[in-house]
Nanobody, 123 residues
Framework: QVRLVESGGGLVQAGGSLKLSCATS????????MGWFRQAPGKEREFVAG????????YYANSVTGRFTISRDSAKNTVYLQMNSLKPEDTAVYYC????????????????WGQGTQVTVSS
């Protein structure tokens, strides 16, 4: 069984930083594309950042480019999302997900999802 557990969320002031972690088990991290998604109240889930298992390609939503960084530590089976210069509009539940596909932008290819961690950014 693939299990994904997010952590690191919390309350932060605008302009601050948070680093989210996604601890994985039941998979070989180097063989999976990994993604971070978020969902705010009343809104649809949106793609935030993704890392491909093939070629090391990294992708970001336009709204977070330059502020967020996705990375992985295969030895620890953990994926990270470093979030800097946070804005109130970043407030959402953030989810970690694993995909068997090589393009993490293909949302429909994600197989496993974590429970999510709340990120709240105050003005």
């Amino acid at each position: 069984q693939v299990r994904l557990v997010e952590s690191g969320g919390g309350l932060v002031q605008a302009g601050g930083s948070l680093k989210l972690s996604c601890a994985t088990s039941g998979l070989t991290l180097s063989s999976y594309s990994m993604g971070w998604f978020r969902q705010a109240p009343g809104k649809e889930r949106e793609f935030v950042a993704g890392s491909s298992w093939r070629g090391g390609g990294v992708y970001y939503a336009n709204s977070v480019t330059g502020r967020f960084t996705i990375s992985r530590d295969s030895a620890k089976n953990t994926v990270y999302l470093q979030m800097n210069s946070l804005k109130p509009e970043d407030t959402a539940v953030y989810y970690c997900a694993a995909s068997g596909g090589f393009d993490p932008r293909r949302v429909y290819e994600y197989n496993s999802w974590g429970q999510g961690t709340q990120v709240t950014v105050s003005s």
